[in-house]
Every structure is written in C-alpha cells, then in structure tokens.
C-alpha cells in the first residue's frame, strides 16, 4: 500500500449528513498515486457523497479530508484546478459543439486560446470522437457523450481522476471501449477513482476498492484480496425441481458456505468439481449445475446482503 | 450543518468561501459563443421597444400631442415615451436573460454543476451570467438609442449618459431576478416574474407622467425599480439633469449589491450541498 505522505487523497472519519440522512458515517480512506481505487455499493452507500466531497462540491460534516495535500474546504479551486471529475449524469453543454464543449471547459480553467485547441484536437482522437467535432451534443449517443464527458474531464491534464459510475447505461461494446480508455490512462499514470455497482468493472478496472453500505466501508482490499477473503475460490450453482424441498442438510456438509436462493442453491467452495462428485456420490441429482469461479459479486452480495435497496 | 473548523478568515464572510476565481470573463465568452449562433433571439429583442415606439409613439402620438417633460418644457409624445420604453427593454432584457435562462440551465442542463467541477465559483458564475446580460442589455439600448437619435427623440448631449445608464439597470435588474430565479421550484413560478413586470412596465410612468396619480399612488410608484429607471433615462434623452437624479442612481447600486450577495449565496446553498 502507498505511504500516506504520496496519498492523493486521504479522508479520516470523514462524515456527510444531509438533514437527518448519513449519507457518509465516517470513513477513512488513502488512495495513492498512480493507483485506480474503486468505491463499491448498492445505492443509497454514500459513494457518490464521498465523491462529491473529494471532488469539492460538498462541504463535509465532519472528519478531516485532504486532497492533492489540500483541505478542500480552504483549497477548493486549488484542488479543482489539478482534477478531472466524470458525473454520474452527463452535463455537457447542449449550447455548444462537441469541439466546443471541450474548448470553452478548457477556458475555466484559464487555459488560452491555443492550447485549448490543440488540447480538444488531441482528445477528440483519444475519444474517437474527431468526425463529429462540429456536431451538437444532442444527437450523440449515450457512449459518445460518455467518451466526451471523460475527455472533457482531461482537458487540465488531471492528477487525479474522479468518475462516478461512468459505464451506467451503456451497452457492452460502449462499455469496453471506455474501460480501454480508462485503462490507457491509468498506463500513463492518472490515478483514478471510481464508483460502480459493476463488480465485472471494479475487478477489469481497480487496484484496490472499498465495499460501502449504509454509508460506512464494510470491506477494503484489492479484489482478489477480497474474494480470498469473503468467499471462497469457486461457487456450485445448483437447480432443483421448485416444489420439492433441496437437501440442504446434506449439502451443508460438503461445502464451507451454502446459500439458499428462491432458485437455487449457492454452494461455497475451493474445487466446485469435487464438491459436485461429492454430492453425486451421496445421491444427489439437481436439474442442473454449474461450477464457476468466484467474482466480486459474491463478496458484494455477502457483504452488503440481497437486500433489494430503492 | 457544522462546517468543519478552517483558520477564521479575517474579511467578512458576505461571499461564500473559494466562490471566486476570478474567471466570470469565461462564462461571459460562453455566452456570446452560444449567441453567435442564436443571433435571431438577439434581434428581436431589439425590435420589441422599436415597435412599441412605431405603435404608440407614432400611432397614438398623433392623438396624444404633447406631454410636460421632467422640466415642464413639452415633448413629443414619442419623445416621453422612448426614453421609457429604453428603460422597461433594459429591464426586460436582463429579466429574461437572469430568470428563464438561468433556470433552465440550474435545473435541466446543470450547466453550473458541471462549472463547479472546474476552478470557477458561485460568484464567477453570478457575474459571468448577470455580466452577459449586460452585454445583451447594452447592445439592445445603443440600438434603440442610434435610433431615437435617428428620428430626433434625443434633445440633448446628456443622452449620451443614457448608455451607461441603461447598463446599471440591467445590472440590477440581472442581479435581482438571479436571486429570484434561485428561489424557483417550477416553470409555474415564472407567472411571478410576469406579475412583476407586466404591471411596472405600464403603470411606472413609461407612458404617461407621475401626475395623472393621486398622491398615495404616486407614493407606491415612486417605489418601484422601473420608476427609478424611466426618471433617469427621461432626465437624461431631455437634458433635465440635476443632482436628485443620483438618488435613482445609487437605487440601483442598492439593488444591484442585494441582489449579487443573494445570487451567490442562494447558488451556493443550492449547488454546493
């Protein structure tokens, strides 16, 4: 792990109350340079809190927070100045061109004329976006404006990358690109963080992540640390006739963890082969089986529940 | 809320903290790059006093006669009114742009939130947008005002200062409905900013003199903004000009000082939470 003195961001019992919602219960986090850290939740977490208040557009209720070194409540241009924020919604300008979108976002940040112009050409090719630099922002689509919104957020050359749940609503050929995007910027150093309830995401993308729920970290490590830790190498998927009742009883024995789904039973263990010969041995015949490797969904599911959160 | 403990600041808290970047300059540029391509917007705002001075200044004019000017010499009928209808377009023109403008861009674009994510503040915001319609306002009164010159309605060299005039009521103006617009849940809300306008711009002396009011109402529309504004510009096309006039001067100074902190205090509250 980085040594707190490089962290680009540090928060200790950071809080945020809005009204009587904690939405943030007091976190600590250390994300260091170069690294790409996801937040991890269900809605409702508190990520996209915990990322306003890094990104300086929410004042903390309580708790210490330092960005780039800088408190953001005393050094909020400052900071804003040196990152790149990607909303969880897109708020391109509608007024303006794609070109042009890049060009005036460049103009806040006091950058002249010229280099915002050889910056917007520049990015417009990393977006894949240079054919359409003369259109407006409307008729693109979802992914288009995605890719535009992120190199919109790299127009200052950013230290610090922050992107709330960028890949939400896009489809998968969308969705690999960006992460080829993301990825190409983490090689050239930008540190990113990122909320996301796609567990295939934060495993493709992050170094390290937190699990957030109700507003408090619940699990903290890099993924596979976090499937070592909360779940077990592989997971059997078994299937059984609904009206008859499965022998849970039986298969508890076999296995480290089951768990019991409307649909079927989720058996935890390090070789999901010999656990499927093992029940086979003892007479049991589900409709049907599956045997895969555990993912972050697992550890997701364990630890924030299955709960279903509006 | 309890904001964390900060080293105290020694100024006095009026603006909210790190709200200014001193950039407000970039949104005023975002603008005219906006309206560049929405010239025909920029037009008609022009022509809307143009044809209120045709229509009543010609039309009605021929019937009305003379008025009493500020110094009791007569003017044209026209004469009275365009220096009105100067005042109520300065007026006009930074409510449009300071309200439903704003608004939409506050609320369906979040315009302002994705500014936020840049070094720019609440104030460069405020200034930037109440700064553009300024412009807007000021482009629109050296148009009107070229054209009363045009058909004589400008008798004396004061009118020059009629300009600037008509920038600091569109400033004010611009700041106030800014604040407003903060306050506004809805579209609905907007029928407020109507009520608000509609009844100034006919009943504060534009189109007839303080006169024809009985003591109490004339009272009551001594009281309004536009009142403050016709007087100053009507003093200023006829060359009435005196001291007093500074009173409606520092009105809109007043004005302009609410309605700046307000803004910025009210986007801040309402952006940054």
Request: glycine letters at 10%; charged letters at 20%; hydrophobic letters at 50%.
């Given at each position: 792990?980085?040594?707190?003195?490089?962290?680009?961001?540090?928060?200790?019992?950071?809080?945020?109350?809005?009204?009587?919602?904690?939405?943030?219960?007091?976190?600590?986090?250390?994300?260091?340079?170069?690294?790409?850290?996801?937040?991890?939740?269900?809605?409702?977490?508190?990520?996209?809190?915990?990322?306003?208040?890094?990104?300086?557009?929410?004042?903390?209720?309580?708790?210490?927070?330092?960005?780039?070194?800088?408190?953001?409540?005393?050094?909020?241009?400052?900071?804003?100045?040196?990152?790149?924020?990607?909303?969880?919604?897109?708020?391109?300008?509608?007024?303006?061109?794609?070109?042009?979108?890049?060009?005036?976002?460049?103009?806040?940040?006091?950058?002249?004329?010229?280099?915002?112009?050889?910056?917007?050409?520049?990015?417009?090719?990393?977006?894949?976006?240079?054919?359409?630099?003369?259109?407006?922002?409307?008729?693109?689509?979802?992914?288009?404006?995605?890719?535009?919104?992120?190199?919109?957020?790299?127009?200052?050359?950013?230290?610090?990358?922050?992107?709330?749940?960028?890949?939400?609503?896009?489809?998968?050929?969308?969705?690999?690109?960006?992460?080829?995007?993301?990825?190409?910027?983490?090689?050239?150093?930008?540190?990113?963080?990122?909320?996301?309830?796609?567990?295939?995401?934060?495993?493709?993308?992050?170094?390290?992540?937190?699990?957030?729920?109700?507003?408090?970290?619940?699990?903290?490590?890099?993924?596979?640390?976090?499937?070592?830790r909360y779940s077990t190498r592989e997971v059997v998927e078994l299937r059984f006739p609904l009206d008859d009742a499965p022998p849970v009883a039986e298969l508890e024995q076999l296995v480290?963890?089951?768990?019991?789904?409307?649909?079927?039973?989720?058996?935890?263990?390090?070789?999901?082969?010999?656990?499927?010969?093992?029940?086979?041995?003892?007479?049991?015949?589900?409709?049907?089986?599956?045997?895969?490797?555990?993912?972050?969904?697992?550890?997701?599911?364990?630890?924030?529940?299955?709960?279903?959160?509006? | 809320?309890?904001?964390?403990?900060?080293?105290?600041?020694?100024?006095?808290?009026?603006?909210?903290?790190?709200?200014?970047?001193?950039?407000?300059?970039?949104?005023?540029?975002?603008?005219?790059?906006?309206?560049?391509?929405?010239?025909?917007?920029?037009?008609?705002?022009?022509?809307?006093?143009?044809?209120?001075?045709?229509?009543?200044?010609?039309?009605l004019g021929t019937y009305v006669g003379t008025l009493p000017g500020p110094n009791d010499a007569p003017l044209s009928y026209a004469a009275f009114i365009a220096p009105g209808l100067l005042?109520?377009?300065?007026?006009?023109?930074?409510?449009?742009?300071?309200?439903?403008?704003v608004f939409f861009k506050l609320r369906y674009e979040r315009l302002y939130d994705a500014m936020l994510a840049t070094p720019l503040g609440v104030v460069d915001i405020a200034l930037g947008?109440?700064?553009?319609?300024?412009?807007?306002?000021?482009?629109?009164?050296?148009?009107?005002?070229?054209?009363?010159?045009?058909?004589?309605?400008?008798?004396?060299?004061?009118?020059?200062?009629?300009?600037?005039?008509?920038?600091?009521?569109?400033?004010?103006?611009?700041?106030?409905?800014?604040?407003?617009?903060?306050?506004?849940?809805?579209?609905?809300?907007?029928?407020?900013?109507?009520?608000?306008?509609?009844?100034?711009?006919?009943?504060?002396?534009?189109?007839?003199?303080?006169?024809?009011?009985?003591?109490?109402?004339?009272?009551?529309?001594?009281?309004?903004?536009?009142?403050?504004?016709?007087?100053?510009?009507?003093?200023?096309?006829?060359?009435?000009?005196?001291?007093?006039?500074?009173?409606?001067?520092?009105?809109?100074?007043?004005?302009?000082?609410?309605?700046?902190?307000?803004?910025?205090?009210?986007?801040?509250?309402?952006?940054?939470?």
């Open positions: 792990m980085p040594g707190v003195s490089d962290g680009l961001v540090q928060a200790r019992g950071l809080r945020k109350d809005s009204g009587d919602v904690h939405a943030v219960r007091g976190i600590d986090v250390d994300v260091g340079r170069g690294e790409v850290f996801g937040f991890l939740g269900p809605n409702g977490a508190g990520k996209s809190s915990a990322m306003r208040m890094i990104a300086c557009v929410s004042p903390r209720s309580g708790g210490t927070l330092q960005v780039l070194g800088m408190d953001p409540y005393v050094d909020g241009p400052k900071i804003r100045a040196r990152i790149g924020v990607v909303p969880q919604l897109d708020n391109l300008d509608a007024e303006l061109t794609v070109r042009q979108n890049l060009e005036v976002y460049g103009r806040y940040f006091g950058m002249s004329r010229a280099a915002v112009r050889a910056k917007a050409t520049e990015l417009l090719a990393f977006a894949q976006l240079t054919d359409r630099e003369g259109d407006e922002v409307e008729p693109l689509s979802g992914g288009m404006k995605r890719r535009l919104s992120i190199v919109r957020s790299l127009v200052n050359d950013p230290e610090l990358l922050l992107l709330d749940e960028p890949t939400t609503g896009l489809d998968p050929q969308a969705r690999h690109l960006l992460w080829d995007r993301l990825y190409r910027l983490k090689r050239q150093g930008v540190t990113q963080l990122i909320t996301t309830h796609y567990m295939d995401e934060a495993e493709q993308l992050c170094d390290r992540l937190v699990v957030m729920d109700g507003g408090l970290i619940v699990a903290e490590g890099s993924p596979a640390e976090l499937i070592g480290e963890r089951l768990e019991v789904l409307p649909d079927r039973l989720l058996l935890y263990a390090a070789d999901g082969e010999a656990v499927l010969a093992a029940a086979h041995q003892i007479g049991i015949r589900p409709l049907s089986s599956l045997v895969r490797r555990s993912t972050l969904e697992d550890v997701f599911l364990r630890l924030t529940g299955r709960r279903l959160v509006d | 809320m309890s904001a964390p403990a900060v080293p105290s600041a020694p100024l006095l808290r009026i603006f909210p903290v790190g709200g200014y970047a001193g950039r407000s300059k970039m949104i005023m540029m975002r603008s005219a790059l906006v309206y560049r391509r929405a010239w025909l917007a920029i037009v008609s705002g022009f022509f809307e006093p143009v044809f209120y001075l045709f229509a009543m200044g010609q039309g005042a109520a377009s300065a007026m006009n023109g930074a409510v449009f742009d300071s309200t439903f403008n947008e109440i700064g553009w319609a300024l412009v807007r306002g000021g482009l629109y009164a050296l148009g009107f005002l070229s054209l009363m010159a045009v058909f004589g309605l400008l008798t004396s060299p004061w009118a020059l200062l009629a300009l600037p005039a008509a920038l600091l009521v569109a400033f004010a103006f611009a700041a106030v409905g800014m604040a407003a617009t903060s306050y506004m849940r809805s579209w609905q809300d907007f029928d407020l900013v109507t009520l608000a306008t509609l009844p100034m711009f006919l009943f504060a002396t534009t189109f007839y003199p303080l006169s024809v009011y009985s003591e109490p109402v004339q009272r009551i529309v001594q009281c309004l903004p536009l009142y403050h504004a016709v007087e100053l510009m009507r003093g200023l096309t006829t060359g009435a000009v005196d001291w007093s006039m500074l009173w409606h001067v520092g009105y809109f100074v007043v004005m302009i000082a609410i309605g700046v902190v307000i803004a910025a205090r009210r986007l801040n509250a309402l952006l940054l939470r």
